[in-house]
C-alpha cells in the first residue's frame, strides 16, 4: 500500500483570481492527479462561463440566444438552472442579466459602456431553460454574466474532481470563495473589508464552503477600497450599505451567490439564508459585526 | 429561525491580528519542473536561473520558464512550460509574497511561515492559514506569461 505523502499545496492563475488548491490523505501520485484534475475542473468553467471568452457559453448565448436556442454545456445548463432559482427566491436581488447594466458602469467591456443611460437587470426570468441543454433569451437586449456564481461553482466541481481521487482532506481556494472536505476543521482567516490589509476573524469551517464579497479592492493598484463592484439589479447603483459579507454555505456556488444577496439585502436575506441553510456575517457601515445564530460559534473575532 | 448577534470590535482586537505581510511557497523550482513534464528524465539549464530544456530520452519534451512579476504590493514567483513547439503548455505559481509598504509589524504572523519550504510537508489542518476576504487580481501574471511568450515562444528550439 503506497505511503501517504503530507499536504500538497499549490496554485494557478485561474478565474482572474489565483486558485489555490490543496490536498492530502492519499498516495503522493494519487494527490497530484486530483490537483492536476482539480485544476482541469476549474479550467473547465473559466472556458465555459467567462464573459471575456469569445468562444464561451456565455459569450455565445449573448450572441445568439436572443434569436434562437443555443446548447450549452451541462455545467453552464446547471449554473443557470441555480441562478435563476436564486433570482426568483431573492425577489430579483441576484440577477445575471446584470450585464447590460454592468458595461454601461463600465465595469464588464462592451458596446454601452460609459452610457450615461443605465439600463435596468430585473430580466433573470427571460431567460429560458428549455429541456436538452438548449437556453433561449425571450427578448433582445439580454445579456447575462455569471461572475457572481461561477466562481463558486468552478470550487464545488474542483473538491468533486478531488474526491475523485481518493483524497481524505481537500481545500479548494478561488480568491476568497472556497470550500473544504475532510474529517479535520479548518480555519480561515478573513480580512477586515474596511483595512483589507488587516484581519478581523477567522471562521473553522469544515465539509462546507465559504465566500466572501467586499467593497471592490485591488492590491495591484491601491490600498484603498473604493466603491462597491456589486450592483443593486432593482437601482442599477452600486450596494453600500455593508461593507462586505461572509456566507458559510454547503456549497460553494450556494455561498458565493448569497454574498451577493447579502451585500444588497443586509439582515432581511435571513429567510433565504435559512433556505439554503446558509449563515452570514456582516460588516455595517458603522463598523460593526453582525453575525447570524447559527454562524456565531464557528467565528473567533480576535485572536 | 435565523437572529442577528451584533458585536462591536473595539479597534484594538482588530489590530492584534493585523497582517501586513503574507507569504506562501507554494513548489520550489525542481518540484514545479517535475509537475510540469512528468515524463522528463533531464532538465538542462539554457539561460542560468531562467530558462531550461526538458527532455526524455534525448528528445526533447518542453521548455521551462522561470520568470516573476511585481505588482504594487506583490511579487510573485511563476513557471510557465512551453512545448516544444512553443505554446503554453501550464502555468504554475511557484511563490507568493504580499507586502505593504515592506513592513513587517507582525512577528507572530510572520513566525508560521518559517521553514515552510516546499520541501517540509505540511499538515492539512493549516499551520498556514487559508486566507479569503478579497480577490486578489492575476492580472500581472497573466501579462507575464504573454511577455514569456513572445520572448521565447518561437526562439526556443
Known amino acids: 500500500m503506497a505511503i501517504d505523502c503530507g499536504n500538497i499545496r499549490r496554485a494557478k492563475p485561474l478565474l482572474g483570481t489565483f486558485v489555490e488548491i490543496q490536498a492530502s490523505g492519499a498516495s503522493e501520485a494519487d494527490v497530484n492527479a486530483g490537483i492536476d484534475a482539480a485544476f482541469d475542473a476549474v479550467a473547465k468553467v473559466h472556458r465555459l462561463m467567462s464573459f471575456h471568452e469569445p468562444d464561451s457559453d456565455v459569450s455565445r448565448l449573448n450572441q445568439f440566444a436572443s434569436s434562437h436556442p443555443v446548447s450549452v454545456d451541462p455545467w453552464t445548463y446547471e449554473v443557470l438552472r441555480i441562478a435563476i432559482e436564486l433570482h426568483f427566491r431573492s425577489r430579483g436581488a441576484f440577477d445575471i442579466t446584470i450585464a447590460p447594466v454592468l458595461q454601461a458602469l463600465g465595469l464588464l467591456p462592451g458596446p454601452g459602456e460609459g452610457s450615461r443611460d443605465v439600463p435596468r437587470a430585473r430580466t433573470a426570468h427571460q431567460v429560458e431553460l428549455l429541456g436538452d441543454r438548449l437556453v433561449r433569451f425571450s427578448g433582445p437586449g439580454i445579456g447575462i454574466d455569471l461572475g457572481g456564481i461561477a466562481k463558486g461553482f468552478a470550487v464545488d466541481r474542483a473538491l468533486d474532481a478531488l474526491h475523485g481521487f481518493g483524497i481524505a482532506n481537500g481545500l479548494v481556494n478561488a480568491g476568497g470563495d472556497l470550500a473544504a472536505f475532510g474529517p479535520d476543521p479548518q480555519t480561515v482567516s478573513i480580512r477586515n473589508p474596511v483595512d483589507p490589509q488587516k484581519f478581523m476573524c477567522g471562521i473553522r469551517i469544515r465539509n462546507e464552503a465559504l465566500a466572501s464579497s467586499a467593497r471592490r479592492f485591488d492590491p495591484f493598484r491601491s490600498d484603498e477600497t473604493t466603491n462597491s463592484a456589486i450592483i443593486d439589479p432593482i437601482t442599477s447603483e452600486p450596494a453600500c450599505a455593508i461593507q462586505g459579507t461572509t456566507v458559510r454555505a454547503p456549497s460553494c456556488v450556494i455561498a458565493d451567490a448569497l454574498t451577493k444577496i447579502v451585500m444588497i439585502a443586509g439582515t432581511s436575506a435571513a429567510d433565504l439564508l435559512e433556505h439554503y441553510r446558509a449563515g452570514a456575517l456582516l460588516v455595517l457601515a458603522d463598523g460593526d459585526i453582525q453575525i447570524s445564530s447559527d454562524l456565531k460559534d464557528q467565528v473567533s473575532l480576535a485572536a | ?157
Open chain 2, 1 to 157: 429561525m435565523t437572529k442577528w448577534v451584533r458585536y462591536t470590535l473595539p479597534a484594538a482586537a482588530i489590530v492584534s491580528i493585523a497582517s501586513p505581510a503574507y507569504s506562501m511557497q507554494y513548489l520550489s523550482i525542481a518540484e514545479a519542473q517535475k509537475q510540469a513534464f512528468p515524463s522528463a528524465t533531464s532538465f538542462s539549464e539554457v539561460q542560468a536561473g531562467r530558462v531550461w530544456k526538458a527532455e526524455a530520452g534525448g528528445r526533447a519534451v518542453g521548455f521551462f520558464i522561470f520568470d516573476r512579476v511585481v505588482g504594487k504590493h506583490l511579487l510573485i514567483d511563476y513557471a510557465v512550460a512551453l512545448t516544444p513547439a512553443g505554446a503554453v503548455h501550464s502555468v504554475e505559481i511557484l511563490q507568493y509574497r504580499e507586502s505593504y509598504g515592506g513592513e513587517i509589524r507582525s512577528a507572530s504572523w510572520l513566525a508560521q511561515f518559517v521553514g515552510k519550504t516546499g520541501g517540509s510537508p505540511l499538515k492539512i489542518n493549516g499551520d498556514i492559514r487559508n486566507i479569503a476576504g478579497a480577490t486578489l487580481s492575476s492580472t500581472h501574471v497573466t501579462e507575464g506569461v504573454k511577455r514569456v511568450l513572445s520572448a521565447y515562444g518561437n526562439r526556443l528550439r
